[in-house]
């Protein structure tokens, strides 16, 4: 069975610094995707980035980029240049090929202006 | 640990029929919610629910779509008359408080429309 652990239930960084939000995962398949979400108090998802665990290569979009350690089973996200937006619930979620899709517990980010 | 258990986990069913997904939230949360992920899309809100009426509900969730607690243990996504573009994975999530209390999610119930 897929399972995704986030160990940090709540985190917080200062404006305008980097904040690391680490994530580990467990799945038998070989080939499966990995998700970064953010959800905003009104709860809706946010898709904030996705890695293809067959690409070595990490995944980054703006100001947001992974380390994807797949040995480790290790996804974690990274945020630079942290902004007030950033604030939310992030979870992590990983997706085999068969669509079948496991969310963590998610870790909730506050920004200290 | 308790978890958000839904039935069934594939549901076929044939277009215009009315089809109703199940889900067991956490026994002391208060606060229950659906997801829906298109294959291959991302992962979209629908509806959120609590004290026995809708909270918030998305542009996705239309006249079709309707939520139900019927008991004090199951919460119910019903759609009316299916259309192939519902096929999708559904999730169920439910949490003990509002905005940023941990959201707990079910395995999802797959929907074909065919």
């Known amino acids: 069975a897929q399972t995704v652990t986030q160990s940090q239930p709540e985190m917080s960084v200062q404006e305008a610094e980097t904040v690391t939000l680490s994530c580990t995962y467990d799945?038998?398949?070989?080939?499966?995707?990995l998700f970064w979400y953010k959800q905003p108090p009104s709860r809706q998802m946010i898709l904030v980035i996705r890695?293809?665990?067959?690409?070595?290569q990490n995944a980054t979009e703006n100001r947001f980029s992974v380390n994807f350690q797949k040995a480790a089973k290790s996804f974690s996200l990274k945020i630079s240049d942290s902004q007030l937006g950033d604030a939310a619930m992030y979870f992590c979620?990983?997706?085999?090929?068969?669509?079948?899709?496991?969310f963590g517990k998610g870790t909730r980010l506050h920004i200290l202006p | 640990e308790p978890e958000v258990t839904q039935t069934p986990s594939h549901q076929v069913t044939q277009m215009g029929q009315e089809v109703i997904l199940r889900c067991v939230p956490i026994?002391?949360?208060?606060?229950f919610y659906w997801y829906r992920q298109i294959l291959g899309q991302k992962v979209e809100f629908l509806v959120s629910f609590y004290n026995n009426e809708i909270s918030e509900k998305s542009e996705i969730f239309d006249d079709q779509f309707s939520v139900e607690r019927p008991d004090g243990s199951n919460f119910t996504l019903k759609i009316r008359s299916t259309k192939l573009e519902d096929s999708a994975m559904y999730f169920c999530?439910?949490?003990?408080?509002?905005?940023?209390?941990?959201?707990?999610f079910g395995n999802g119930t797959r929907l074909t429309v065919t």
């Open positions: 979620a990983v997706q085999d090929r068969d669509d079948k899709i496991i």
């Open positions: 890695q293809e665990a067959y690409k070595q």
């Open positions: 026994s002391n949360h208060l606060y």
């Open positions: 999530a439910s949490s003990v408080g509002g905005s940023y209390s941990p959201l707990h």
């Open positions: 799945t038998s398949e070989s080939d499966y995707y």
